[in-house]
């Protein structure tokens, strides 16, 4: 019998300022504990896996490996690789604490597991992670989450622009991508494989005394929907205002000891924020009302990638920072939970003997 875990971390996308640019890895992880057994020689499973789930998004998770996302997704790196299947028995059981469309990466970290388990199951070693992230840019178009998820830390993400015959690969349906139902769709044809070298990365410092206070509501926003309510165009003031302080952002992180007032300039933001408030009861009051100069330890607060979750980092004071701002959403009759959070490690598979 064979077993491993893949480990990826949930992740913050934008940290105000860093639209679709900067993430942040955090300490709440997605487990995949992995067994297979090579003695059976047949399944009785669909794509010969069995899928066992627990934690956030129980019961609402497809089980099914032709219409799960994290499977799909290893199924799409298998299926570029001529391996048309989970190998003879595959067991996945799926272990999530990362709440779902909450904004904090619950999709980015289900594509990344899924693209290391496709590569493990299909012993397709050669895969680096910069490969890994191409495949995770067929899936979620966004490189924040994908790419903290996969190489950890408070990283800054960009796009290489891509030859003419590569932009259309990029830009195939992503039905194709991800055939769905995946068995249902197998025509034996190879799925379109991703371009290289599509994303990359750059590491930022990450001061040690900063920690990250997540403040989750109850409720979803799906990022298609947190997306749709974008304008297609901003003011020239407004992309000004965000390129002056994502131009700090990165610094203020990192130097120690932190300074309240820069991180606070530093994650201000005209590009997505004010546009979401529709969607987040009490958004706009709570980045705008609550500054280092109110809030003993506050270094500044943010929306956590799509939201609802609010992001405040900060240096002490973790829980009466938390609880003003599950008062300012209880007034919206809006119940929350909140977690202290770390910088994490990106994804992790961890070999049993
Ligand atoms: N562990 C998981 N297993 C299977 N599907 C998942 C898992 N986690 C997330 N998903 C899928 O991703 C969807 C949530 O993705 P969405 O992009 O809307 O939010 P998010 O990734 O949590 O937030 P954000 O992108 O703002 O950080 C879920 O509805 C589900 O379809
Ligand atoms: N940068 C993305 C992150 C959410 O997945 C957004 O804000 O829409």
């Given at each position: 019998?064979?077993?491993?875990?893949?480990?990826?971390?949930?992740?913050?996308?934008?940290?105000?300022?860093?639209?679709?640019?900067?993430?942040?890895?955090?300490?709440?992880?997605?487990?995949?504990?992995?067994?297979?057994?090579?003695?059976?020689?047949?399944?009785?499973?669909?794509?010969?896996?069995?899928?066992?789930?627990?934690?956030?998004?129980?019961?609402?998770?497809?089980?099914?490996?032709?219409?799960?996302?994290?499977?799909?997704?290893?199924?799409y790196v298998?299926r570029c690789h001529d391996?048309?299947?989970?190998?003879?028995?595959?067991?996945?059981?799926?272990?999530?604490?990362?709440?779902?469309?909450?904004?904090?990466?619950?999709?980015?970290?289900?594509?990344?597991?899924?693209?290391?388990?496709?590569?493990?199951?299909?012993?397709?070693?050669?895969l680096?992670?910069?490969r890994?992230?191409d495949f995770?840019?067929m899936?979620?178009?966004?490189?924040?989450?994908?790419?903290?998820?996969?190489?950890?830390?408070?990283?800054?993400?960009?796009?290489?622009?891509?030859?003419?015959?590569d932009?259309?690969r990029v830009?195939i349906?992503?039905?194709e991508v991800?055939?769905?139902?995946?068995?249902?769709?197998?025509?034996?044809?190879r799925p379109p494989e991703p371009p290289h070298?599509i994303?990359?990365?750059?590491?930022?410092?990450?001061?040690?005394?900063?920690?990250?206070?997540?403040?989750?509501?109850?409720?979803?926003?799906?990022?298609?929907?947190?997306?749709?309510?974008?304008?297609?165009?901003?003011?020239?003031?407004?992309?000004?205002?965000?390129?002056?302080?994502?131009?700090?952002?990165?610094?203020?992180?990192?130097?120690?000891?932190?300074?309240?007032?820069?991180?606070?300039?530093?994650?201000?933001?005209?590009?997505?924020?004010?546009?979401?408030?529709?969607?987040?009861?009490?958004?706009?009051?709570?980045?705008?009302?609550?500054?280092?100069?109110?809030?003993?330890?506050?270094?500044?607060?943010?929306?956590?990638?799509?939201?609802?979750?609010?992001?405040?980092?900060?240096?002490?004071?973790?829980?009466?920072?938390?609880?003003?701002?599950?008062?300012?959403?209880?007034?919206?009759?809006?119940?929350?939970?909140?977690?202290?959070?770390?910088?994490?490690?990106?994804?992790?598979?961890?070999?049993?003997?």
């Amino acid at each position: 019998m064979e077993s491993f875990t893949i480990r990826t971390p949930a992740s913050s996308a934008n940290i105000g300022p860093g639209f679709d640019v900067i993430g942040l890895a955090l300490s709440l992880y997605l487990e995949l504990r992995v067994t297979i057994d090579r003695s059976k020689k047949t399944s009785e499973q669909p794509l010969n896996c069995r899928i066992t789930y627990e934690g956030e998004g129980d019961g609402d998770v497809p089980l099914d490996p032709s219409a799960n996302l994290i499977t799909r997704v290893a199924l799409y790196v298998l299926r570029c690789h001529d391996q048309r299947a989970f190998p003879i028995e595959t067991h996945v059981h799926i272990v999530n604490p990362i709440p779902l469309g909450r904004g904090l990466g619950s999709s980015g970290a289900a594509v990344v597991a899924g693209v290391m388990l496709g590569k493990q199951v299909g012993g397709l070693h050669h895969l680096d992670d910069r490969r890994l992230f191409d495949f995770c840019l067929m899936i979620e178009r966004h490189p924040d989450n994908v790419g903290a998820a996969l190489f950890g830390g408070f990283i800054g993400t960009y796009l290489k622009p891509l030859a003419p015959e590569d932009v259309a690969r990029v830009e195939i349906p992503l039905s194709e991508v991800l055939p769905s139902p995946a068995g249902g769709l197998d025509t034996g044809e190879r799925p379109p494989e991703p371009p290289h070298g599509i994303g990359h990365h750059i590491k930022f410092p990450w001061a040690k005394e900063i920690k990250a206070i997540a403040i989750i509501p109850n409720f979803e926003v799906p990022t298609a929907k947190a997306r749709a309510v974008l304008p297609t165009e901003y003011p020239r003031q407004d992309v000004t205002f965000n390129m002056q302080r994502i131009a700090l952002l990165p610094v203020a992180l990192g130097q120690s000891p932190p300074d309240p007032e820069l991180i606070n300039l530093a994650m201000q933001d005209k590009l997505h924020q004010q546009y979401r408030q529709a969607l987040i009861p009490g958004l706009g009051d709570i980045v705008e009302s609550m500054s280092p100069s109110t809030q003993e330890g506050l270094l500044g607060t943010c929306l956590s990638g799509a939201g609802p979750t609010i992001l405040a980092l900060a240096t002490s004071h973790f829980e009466e920072i938390a609880e003003k701002i599950i008062s300012r959403f209880r007034k919206e009759n809006i119940d929350c939970k909140w977690l202290l959070l770390e910088p994490a490690e990106g994804v992790k598979v961890i070999k049993q003997a």
